[in-house]
């Protein structure tokens, strides 16, 4: 198992956001993590990033726990993440935001960078090569030298997803790709998914467009109000009654 | 031709850009530090007793001055770097004026109040170093004292100018990247596997080491330091040449300092109402150009082309 | 001579307390800290002193004087300094220390234009007025300033728990969002809140001024430093945090002092602000630790 989720809780003053979570991920799948709004699928995303220290439980990467791990290291350990309300380096240019991706697979400090040695120099002209290589994936060819505040919403998504690419992940957590797009954007973005998996990265994605979770994902977890209610295929998971009842419940209740 | 007034205004407007820097590249973080008079009174300390009470080399004490500075900053940086800005800003302020009471209380070691006089001055050791040679001023057509004037502005400015290109190539590297990004937004970036705390610490006391070498050579300029030469006041004239000139390019602490240091020595009278100035300044930037006078838009219109974006910071 | 320091140190604990509750009131509802207080503080203190020497008017006038014109400060550096760097973009969170520095710089300056450099005597009719309690001497002015700052403390503690006003403060502090969803005048109650807590600075002033018999234009910065050491130690924004924080100081700087070199007293605020950061950063009363991240 690449990365395993065990017993997670989360409370927050007396409030349970996660309440034993436990799931995990094999190598070179792609679990959709799915449940209404304010289920807790971001606040398990802030855990797993250590964002947020969790009350109790574990998580493993490659089985090593990542406990006690602050955000920069558990980077450098293979998880790269996206966010859902788009957390960009706005004054930055395009090409710059995906350079400081390729932070933690660099390491030129303060005097090699001030003396240019060759060592630095060829360090840099490989971050821009990979920068290159990824603007062109991701579609976003020709606009490296925009601030990345001036670019339309649906490409910020796009340079998010560079971003976190440039880390060169084992696991990428995608936090709601394709929120607020039309259904071209859409399906792009779910060839792009398709082709980071190609790559052998492992994804784990929040999203609320089900029709896209069913296409993409080999499994999905179903949290509602920080529990686990079900795990399964996307065939599996349409047919659940617990399921159901948590989708139709937050009708009724709007 | 050379005027020594001239050069002695010159000499102090390279100091200022040096202590302009050492706020600035804090800021490059995002982090305000209020110790930078602290800082530099420990370099000018250290320097003047160094050289006065145990006879080093001027080059020594003013090493040791910038050292024991950015060593010092390391230690007030660890405790109040991992928490929120504003942390930084409360302990530095206090950490300026502890120093500026410890100066004015130790009176064995720093003669309190009064301060240190006869430091030796690095215009006039050059000279006595040169004639021991056989050199005389003369030779080059010059009084002694426009001389000193000279080589003292010559040492400063190529100083600032290696210092000016030392951080204009570390802005614009991976780790001048690092900064920004903590700057703009601290979680992303941790997320990028930035070690924020690390890079936080080493700008702070970065600044510290800076603060306290110019700390030093102002103590060799000017031959006499004393507490009042560092107070608050001092802390907040060296963020307003950051936070006038420009906090986000290297060229606005620069302007700053230039601008900051020529104008009251050109408006006579202006002198007394410098401090009003400062302050008003700082509300009147905060509110309608938080960035400063320059900025990187500007300074790519000033060199005709577009774009361009910051990575070439200077 | 312990129980007169007791007393000494309890007086001032007691004024530091007042002048770390208007820092901790803004911080608490705005997250900002206003690097102004301290001067706003003197400027009370100078109103009391003119109101006493020249006037020679009561405490209590003087005291309503000083809280007339530091209120009437805070609303100008609302106005002037805070609101206009609200929901700004691009302005980070130093934009408002920055720009309140300013404020510090030019009220400073002001008052060394306006009332010239060095001490000014703060004469009160009963600064030599004493009783004994047992062998401890305790003199009147000691009794008058711990009078005032109770009843501040307690009136502020009421109001904040009782009164709507108090209450809407408070629900601000909370989410300022939730609370104008509430239907809560946000932009009101920011207004009051630096008012407040301004008017406080100005009390703490004349009361300082009592104390020390002296005002002088340098004294907001010392005073506004152990205000901030208090509310570190206490916990940002916690208003109990900064009562204790404040008598902990104040006896903290009494014994240092009597019992040791008096040079370092206003090294002792430091120390603590790098004590409490190293061994307990969210302060004596804070909860969440305040931790930009991990």
């Not at chain 1, 792009?188 to 784990?204: D, N, P, S, V």
């Not at chain 2, 202590?19 to 320097?47: E, K, R, V």
């Not at chain 2, 720093?110 to 050199?135: N, W, Y």
């Not at chain 2, 510290?208 to 030469?229: E, K, N, Q, R």
């Amino acid at each position: 198992m690449l990365l395993e989720v065990q017993d997670i809780s989360m409370v927050f003053g007396g409030l349970a956001a996660l309440r034993e979570v436990s799931f995990s991920l094999a190598e070179g799948e792609i679990l959709g993590l799915i449940g209404p709004n304010g289920a807790g699928k971001t606040t398990l995303f802030n855990v797993i990033t250590a964002f947020l220290t969790p009350t109790q439980g574990e998580v493993r990467l490659a089985g090593k726990p990542l406990t006690g791990l602050r955000t920069s290291r558990i980077t450098e350990r293979g998880i790269c993440r996206t966010f859902q309300n788009i957390r960009l380096f706005d004054q930055m240019t395009v090409e710059e935001n995906v350079m400081v991706g390729r932070h933690c697979r660099s390491r030129a400090g303060v005097w090699p960078s001030v003396l240019r040695t060759g060592a630095q120099q060829k360090e840099e002209g490989a971050i821009r090569e990979k920068t290159r290589e990824l603007l062109s994936l991701v579609g976003l060819t020709g606009h490296d030298r925009e601030l990345a505040a001036n670019l339309p919403y649906g490409l910020q998504r796009r340079l998010e997803i560079a971003r976190a690419l440039a880390g060169e992940p084992r696991l990428i957590l995608l936090d709601e790709p394709v929120a607020g797009m039309n259904d071209q954007e859409t399906a792009e973005i779910a060839a792009l998914i398709k082709k980071i998996l190609g790559f052998g990265i492992t994804i784990l994605l929040i999203e609320h467009d089900m029709s896209m979770v069913m296409k993409v994902c080999d499994r999905l977890v179903v949290l509602n109000f920080g529990e686990k209610i079900a795990e399964g295929t996307p065939q599996e998971i349409q047919s659940d009654p617990l399921v159901i009842e948590a989708y139709l419940g937050r009708e009724e209740g709007e | 031709m050379i005027n020594p007034y001239y050069l002695q205004i010159a000499s102090f407007i390279l100091i200022n850009i040096i202590l302009g820097l050492s706020i600035y590249i804090t800021l490059s973080t995002g982090q305000l530090s209020l110790g930078n008079a602290g800082f530099m009174s420990i370099g000018a300390y250290t320097s003047a007793l160094l050289t006065v009470k145990v006879g080093l080399p001027m080059v020594a004490g003013i090493l040791a001055g910038s050292l024991l500075a950015f060593l010092i900053g390391i230690l007030i940086g660890i405790p109040t770097l991992r928490l929120q800005g504003v942390y930084l800003a409360i302990a530095t302020l206090g950490f300026g004026e502890v120093v500026r009471v410890l100066f004015i209380n130790w009176e064995s070691l720093t003669s309190g109040a009064v301060g240190i006089a006869g430091i030796p001055h690095l215009g006039r050791t050059m000279l006595a170093g040169l004639q021991e040679r056989g050199f005389s001023s003369e030779q080059w057509g010059l009084k002694n004292n426009e001389f000193i004037s000279l080589t003292i502005f010559i040492i400063l400015l190529a100083i600032t100018v290696l210092l000016l290109a030392f951080f204009s190539r570390l802005f614009a590297s991976r780790v001048g990247r690092a900064f920004r990004a903590i700057r703009l937004d601290e979680k992303a970036a941790e997320a990028m596997g930035i070690h924020t705390t690390y890079y936080k610490i080493l700008t702070f006391s970065m600044g510290a080491l800076l603060a306290g070498f110019a700390g030093a050579l102002f103590a060799h300029v000017t031959g006499y330091i004393s507490p009042a030469d560092f107070t608050y006041h001092r802390a907040v004239e060296i963020l307003v040449f950051a936070v006038f000139g420009g906090s986000e390019v290297l060229w606005g602490p620069v302007f700053g300092a230039l601008f900051l240091t020529v104008m009251p020595e050109m408006l006579r009278g202006m002198s007394e109402y410098r401090y009003f100035i400062y302050g008003t300044i700082l509300v009147v930037m905060m509110v309608f150009r938080p960035q400063g006078v320059l900025d990187q838009p500007l300074l790519d219109r000033l060199r005709g082309r577009r774009g361009g974006g910051g990575d070439d910071a200077a | 001579m312990f129980f007169e320091q007791l007393i000494n140190g309890i007086t001032l604990g007691s004024i530091y307390a007042i002048v770390a509750l208007g820092y901790t009131l803004v911080f608490g509802v705005l997250d900002i800290i206003n690097m102004a207080h301290g001067e706003i503080f003197m400027f009370g203190a100078f109103v009391g002193m003119l109101l006493i020497s020249y006037f020679e008017a009561p405490v209590l006038l003087a005291l309503g004087g000083a809280v007339l014109v530091t209120a009437a400060m805070g609303l100008l550096l609302e106005r002037l300094a805070l609101r206009p760097l609200r929901g700004k973009k691009g302005a980070s969170h130093l934009a408002s220390l920055i720009s309140t520095i300013g404020v510090s710089i030019i009220l400073e300056n002001l008052a060394h234009h306006l009332f010239g450099a060095g001490n000014k005597p703060f004469p009160t009719s009963f600064a030599d007025a004493s009783f004994t309690v047992g062998s401890t001497t305790v003199y009147l002015v000691q009794v008058i300033i711990l009078v005032i700052a109770v009843l501040l403390m307690v009136g502020l503690s009421l109001w904040l728990r009782k009164a709507k006003a108090g209450k809407a403060l408070r629900a601000t502090a909370e989410n300022l969002e939730t609370a104008s969803l509430l239907g809560i005048n946000t932009g009101r109650i920011i207004v009051s809140t630096v008012v407040v807590a301004s008017a406080m600075g100005g009390i703490a002033g004349v009361l300082v001024g009592m104390a020390f018999n002296y005002v002088n234009n340098q004294m907001g910065l010392p005073m506004g430093l152990k205000g901030l050491a208090i509310i570190i130690l206490g916990g940002m924004g916690s208003v109990n945090g900064a009562m204790a924080g404040g008598l902990i100081l104040g006896l903290a700087e009494t014994f240092v002092v009597a019992y040791g070199n008096s040079g370092y007293r206003d090294a002792i605020a430091f120390v603590a602000i790098i004590v409490i950061l190293l061994i307990r950063p969210q302060g004596i009363f804070g909860q969440a630790l305040p931790e930009a991240k991990r």
